[in-house]
């Protein structure tokens, strides 16, 4: 049987001396898992009155803990809390590319729990 060989994504223009991203993988996890969870932000936006629904579908949420766990994964990093040392140079990046500055909603989206 074959298994799925996924690899994980490195955003090479974002590493010095033209971006803030260093060449750990837990600080390209980082910036990705920024990416899946503002989007999720702009899109589900602070409540339920900023999404329109048809009629049939459902409300949509955020999942900042089930994108923090997948980006884990995807990464293969040991633990949940693996990315949290990242967030100044992601905020860094974000700047310089003139992306949304990343949110405390997020970046404080989970417990770490015990693995």
């Given at each position: 049987m074959k298994h799925l060989?996924?690899?994980p994504m490195i955003f090479k223009d974002y590493l010095p001396p033209q971006g803030f991203l260093p060449q750990d993988p837990a600080a390209h996890a980082c910036f990705y898992f920024y990416m899946l969870a503002e989007k999720a932000r702009e899109t589900v936006g602070e409540s339920t009155e900023d999404q329109r629904i048809l009629e049939g579908e459902q409300w949509?949420?955020?999942q900042y803990n089930n994108q923090r766990r997948a980006v884990t994964m995807l990464y293969?990093?040991?633990?949940?809390?693996?990315i949290d040392a990242f967030w100044p140079a992601v905020k860094l990046q974000a700047k310089l590319l003139g992306l949304p500055e990343p949110k405390q909603e997020y970046m404080r989206a989970l417990q770490h729990e015990a693995e």
């Amino acid at each position: 049987m074959k298994h799925l060989l996924f690899t994980p994504m490195i955003f090479k223009d974002y590493l010095p001396p033209q971006g803030f991203l260093p060449q750990d993988p837990a600080a390209h996890a980082c910036f990705y898992f920024y990416m899946l969870a503002e989007k999720a932000r702009e899109t589900v936006g602070e409540s339920t009155e900023d999404q329109r629904i048809l009629e049939g579908e459902q409300w949509m949420t955020k999942q900042y803990n089930n994108q923090r766990r997948a980006v884990t994964m995807l990464y293969d990093l040991e633990n949940l809390g693996a990315i949290d040392a990242f967030w100044p140079a992601v905020k860094l990046q974000a700047k310089l590319l003139g992306l949304p500055e990343p949110k405390q909603e997020y970046m404080r989206a989970l417990q770490h729990e015990a693995e």
